[in-house]
Every structure is written in C-alpha cells, then in structure tokens.
C-alpha cells in the first residue's frame, strides 16, 4: 500500500515526493554532518575566547610581558644608590666629609673658584681650627672630583654657580660631626637645588623632578613617620651623578682621599650666597 504525502504550503507537490528513497538518505545524512561539525567549531570557539572578552565585548590587550615605563628608574633608583653604598664604604672617614663634583672643569679652574691655592699643600687640614681647609683635587673621566676631609670647608652658593658656568654642572654632598647633611647642585650657572639639611627640608615640591625618586627614599617628614632608609649621603652622591653625569667609583674615592691637600678657607658656606 503506498503513502500519499500531503500538499506543500503553496499547494505544490513537497520536494521529498521527487527524492528516491537512497538520494533522500544521503541528503539526510550530509545534513547532520553539517549540524555535527557546526557545533564543534561554536564550541572551539568558545573555549578560546577569553572570559573578559565574551562579557566586555571589546579584547583585553596582555600586559603581563610589558616592560617597565622607560621615564622611571629601576626600583626608584636604588640600583644607583646601592652603588654610591659602596663608594661611601671606601670613605676613611665618612662622618666629616665635603665630596664636590664638577662637570666639564680642570682642577685648575675648580681650585680658582674655590680658593684652593695649589702652592701651598698642606698636612692636616684641621690645623687651622677651621679658618682654614684643604681640597684635595682628582681628575676623573667627564670632569673633577674634590674632596674637603672636614665637613666645614664646603663651597657657597654663588661658588657653586660659578663652576657650573658655561654649560658645565656641579654638585656638593657634605655631612660633618655635627651630623648636618647638605646636598647642592647647579648646572649652567644655575641653581638646581640646595639645602644644608636637605633630608629635612618642609616642602619637598622644592626637589626637582629627576631628583624626587632618589630625595623620596631618604626624605624625612618631621610630622610623620620615622623613615628608616638607605644612607642619606649616598643618596646625595646618587643625585650628584643624575645632576653632572659624573659616575664617581670607590677607586676614585681611595684615589682622592689619599691625594694631596692644599689650603683653602674654611665656614665659606654657613648658607650663604657668597664664593
């Protein structure tokens, strides 16, 4: 008995009733293939999308390998103050000391504009009772490297001006036993910043910009909390480099330290604009 299918919705014969029985079974079986194979690439392709893409809608850009912005040093610095660690460690004794760095200078110039006369070198430079010094002058690759063993003989402002003249730059760290830390620097016959405490100072907006990642790493806030941080006078020696682009080692230290001293005044600085 055979079957009578009934009329398509137009009214005319449905497509099936022109099918042979093995065409219709291949049809049947090249569709669910199709529905099998579509299924598997919907589902690939949600185990690949990431989870805050399907519910942004927008991709998420991976950071993860992303250097470090270039406009900040490592660790704020601290790979160059743990370098000026070891060179004050090479200090004989680092609890009275003047270390000036001038860029771009010979020694003759920085001792004229210091007062150091190099005729007259001198033994012991506390024998003056401190109306007198001595410097010790080195020359070091990019310029001069000074040293002052009081703590008392450290150049005034407007000596400080005046090295940095003519496109040269210079910066002063000093520490002496009245434990009184000061840090200066000029470049171009400008100052860029000086204080005779300079880890105590109230407004530190007064720091320049390359200066505050290495000034806020000893920066002492009277009205907040103890800051315990690296040593204060590397940290100058560390803002001396940024300022002149001097790199000063431990050998240039042992070397200068060990030099000759020549008499120069004493109690020049006291905060004035004098030199």
Known sequence: MSTVRPPSRSGAPGVGAFLSGPLRHLLCFIAVGALIVSSGCSAGSDEAVDPAVKESGSPVPDTSSAPA????PPDGGGDRVAHYEQVVAAIPDPESITLLVVAGADRAEVAQVLGVDLQAPIEDAWAGELT????????????VLGFEPTGYG????????????D??????ARTNIDAI??????????????DDEYVYIEDPARVPAELRPLFDLVWDDLEGDLVVGPDSFAVALAMGEVVTGVVLTAEDIAAVTEAQLYAAPSLVYAG???G
């Open 69 to 72: 912005s270039p406009s900040a």
């Open 132 to 143: 007198m010094t001595g410097w010790a002058l080195l020359d070091v690759p990019g310029g």
């Open 154 to 165: 450290d150049p005034a402002l407007g000596a400080l001006r005046r090295l940095s003249a």
């Open 167 to 172: 496109g040269r730059a210079a910066a002063v």
């Open 181 to 194: 830390e000061r840090f200066g620097a000029a470049r171009g016959g400008a100052l860029v910043f000086d």
């Open 272 to 274: 004035t604009d004098g």
